[in-house]
């Protein structure tokens, strides 16, 4: 099965989905009621579970955002982007830049912190419209050149205007503190995940909802086929970049998360890698679904984290047990990734997917 | 006047190691549709090789030969091990697959050698020889055309006038067909992937040792510029992609020199855009567009 029509059609994607409460309700109400059922998990587990895995979980909700953007754009339009690891340094900088400039004016109150995100998500939707009018007349390796350009040259910017980027360095990000009501104990980096959380899940209901739209129908119906799109009435560029832009402004969001639970931001965390990383995130999750993006996401937090602790268990020299660390993951990824393409197109959700269906197929039950 | 005539000929000797990646590039596409993105990384591999090679035994051009065998090599491995098992229905399924391999050839040479920039070291000097007192070509740079143009006319010559280059273009040009006329359409694949692996590991050898070093990210944006230069060119096109590989050579010389080092990668990305947008078949596309 080839990778753009991996994600099957979504009557029958819905139907294993197994949070879905009840079928009559309207699209937007279930995939709200699912969203408060996350955040109400996502809250109490952030008072079981110790500062550093409350923040990996933070970074986990930052990866989403640009792995649920990607995967609606090369699962759903069918569009490929290299470029998703720029759009989330776009965010970040944006976010940066505009934090820096509310704490000169001695703005620092943590409601900023939401015009800031809105600022950094607005910059990215700019740029990602610029590269989404682009793309839409490009296909396949011309399109994936492009956004591999994008992907390149957007950190070397960085220290090319180092005026502004302050190049190689980056720029430190100045984040308020959880608000005094939250008492003076309360852990940062447990409010550090609320707001990942938050940001991330109303981005993914505002996804789920524009993948079951209009216009996530005319998404399915472009990568599917252009021309019989265009024969039903689809402006077809047009459907591209807007799914471009959305999914740029997903990433922006994302990188911006990413620069909050950092409180800086540098070139070197936004390179190439960082790009295929997210590639792969999807691929791997299952391309085209949302859950999938959330497989994703966790695996981008946690392989690093297990590799560590392989790297542990072995009696190394530290320079040899730096390089083992650093370039494990990658290694893992890489191979993950290509296999993955060979044998399970479908990714983990796919075979989650199918696993369900030959199960409902053996016990049907509550369902007819 | 003396500077723009040193930043021609700079930019010459650059753009023919763009031509030759370019070349590389164009070589595959034809052969199999596709475009190879783990063509920089192989290419870094084989440079590897060669600095292995050349710590062990001190002579440069034993590294450089090994190199090249190491490219040629890989080549055919990506061919026969990943290449070949994926569906090409979609264009993605390649492209994904060869980030993969970018992922995985990065961090296993991150593994061995660790990501520190190596020295990388030149057969000839790298200063320039002066001609009544101007300053043109360095050795190097001589040996560089040398080099690129001895391989373009290998490649013409195996193309057009060996039985294998023609079974080559056969395979690529109607393979259900060649199959039926008893040609080893998937050997020819594989040994197409081999030569142009083998040529971009050649340029491999010969731009990093003029960038900052030897690491397993050196050829990142070389591979952007031969990319453009390719798109330039016509992905089709072989004469197309040194034409392109000598324009971005040039183009990138002149930014450097008039408007600073730093906004090269910039130079690159406009014009890329610019050449999509405008002319996506490429200055030399055949009359039949390919939709792009």
Redesign the interface.
């Known amino acids: 099965m080839s990778a753009t029509r991996a994600a099957t059609p979504p009557t029958r994607h819905a139907a294993v989905d197994p949070v879905r409460p009840g079928r009559s309700l309207p699209t937007l109400v279930r995939h709200l009621a699912v969203a408060t059922g996350v955040a109400l998990l996502v809250l109490t587990v952030s008072y079981q579970l110790d500062s550093f895995r409350n923040y990996q979980l933070a970074t986990v909700a930052a990866y989403l955002c640009a792995t649920a953007g990607l995967t609606v754009l090369t699962g759903l339009c069918g569009q490929l982007s290299l470029g998703h690891g720029a759009l989330m340094a776009t965010g970040a900088y944006s976010l940066a830049l505009a934090q820096n400039a509310f704490a000169e004016r001695g703005l620092t109150a943590g409601g900023w912190l939401a015009v800031s995100l809105v600022v950094a998500v607005l910059a990215t939707v700019v740029v990602g419209a610029v590269v989404g009018v682009a793309a839409a007349r490009l296909r396949g390796p011309y399109l994936a050149g492009l956004t591999l350009a994008v992907a390149v040259v957007v950190p070397a910017l960085t220290v090319t205007f180092d005026g502004v980027f302050n190049g190689e360095q980056g720029l430190a990000v100045p984040v308020a503190p959880a608000p005094a009501a939250l008492g003076s104990y309360f852990p940062h980096e447990r409010w550090q995940l609320w707001v990942a959380a938050a940001a991330s899940l109303i981005c993914l209901v505002l996804l789920a909802n524009l993948v079951r739209s209009r216009y996530g129908r005319s998404f399915r119906a472009v990568r599917d086929d252009e021309v019989a799109a265009r024969l039903a009435g689809i402006h077809v560029a047009r459907t591209q970049v807007v799914a471009f832009v959305v999914s740029a402004a997903s990433a922006g969001l994302g990188g911006a998360l990413l620069a909050v639970l950092a409180q800086s931001v540098s070139p070197g965390a936004f390179g190439l890698t960082l790009s295929l990383f997210l590639l792969m995130a999807v691929v791997i999750g299952g391309l085209g679904r949302i859950a999938g993006a959330a497989w994703g996401a966790i695996l981008l937090v946690a392989l690093p984290d297990l590799t560590h602790s392989l790297t542990n268990l072995f009696t190394l020299s530290p320079a040899a047990a730096q390089r083992l660390e650093g370039n494990l993951p990658l290694a893992i990824f890489g191979s993950t990734l290509i296999a993955v393409m060979i044998v399970a197109p479908g990714g983990v959700q796919g075979l989650l997917s199918r696993l369900a269906r030959a199960m409902r197929a053996r016990w049907p039950v509550g369902r007819s | 006047m003396d500077r723009f005539l040193f930043l021609t000929l700079d930019g010459l000797s650059r753009g023919a190691v763009y031509a030759a990646f370019a070349l590389a590039l164009v070589l595959i596409?034809r052969a199999g549709r596709?475009?190879n993105?783990a063509q920089g990384a192989m290419a870094v591999a084989a440079a590897y090789v060669a600095y292995s090679v050349t710590a062990v035994t001190g002579s440069y051009w034993l590294g450089f030969g090994a190199a090249l065998l190491a490219g040629l090599l890989l080549g055919a491995v990506v061919d026969v091990a990943?290449m070949r098992?994926?569906?090409h229905?979609?264009?993605?399924?390649p492209?994904?697959?060869a980030?993969?391999?970018?992922?995985?050839?990065?961090?296993?040479l991150?593994?061995v050698y660790?990501?520190e920039y190596l020295p990388a070291r030149t057969p000839f000097s790298r200063t320039a020889l002066t001609v009544g007192g101007t300053a043109v070509l360095s050795p190097y740079d001589l040996f560089v055309f040398a080099t690129v143009g001895v391989v373009g006319a290998a490649l013409v010559w195996v193309f057009t006038r060996t039985a294998i280059g023609l079974r080559m273009r056969a395979a690529a040009f109607a393979p259900e067909v060649s199959r039926l006329l008893g040609v080893n359409v998937g050997g020819m694949l594989t040994l197409g992937w081999a030569l142009a692996s083998g040529v971009g590991a050649l340029a491999g050898m010969l731009v990093i040792p003029t960038e900052l070093g030897l690491h397993p990210?050196a050829m990142?944006?070389v591979?952007?510029s031969a990319?453009?230069a390719a798109?330039l060119g016509g992905?089709d096109s072989p004469p197309g992609a040194v034409v392109g590989g000598l324009g971005v050579g040039l183009l990138l010389s002149y930014v450097s020199g008039y408007a600073g080092g730093?906004?090269i990668?910039?130079a690159?990305?406009a014009l890329?855009?610019t050449v999509?947008?405008l002319r996506?078949g490429g200055l030399f596309a055949p009359v039949a567009a390919r939709?792009?």
């Open positions: 596409w596709i475009v993105f990943v098992l994926v569906d229905r979609s264009p993605l399924n492209v994904i697959v980030l993969g391999l970018v992922l995985l050839i990065q961090a296993i991150g593994m660790g990501n990210h990142d944006l591979f952007v990319f453009t798109v992905l730093d906004l990668p910039l690159v990305l890329l855009l999509l947008l996506p939709r792009v």
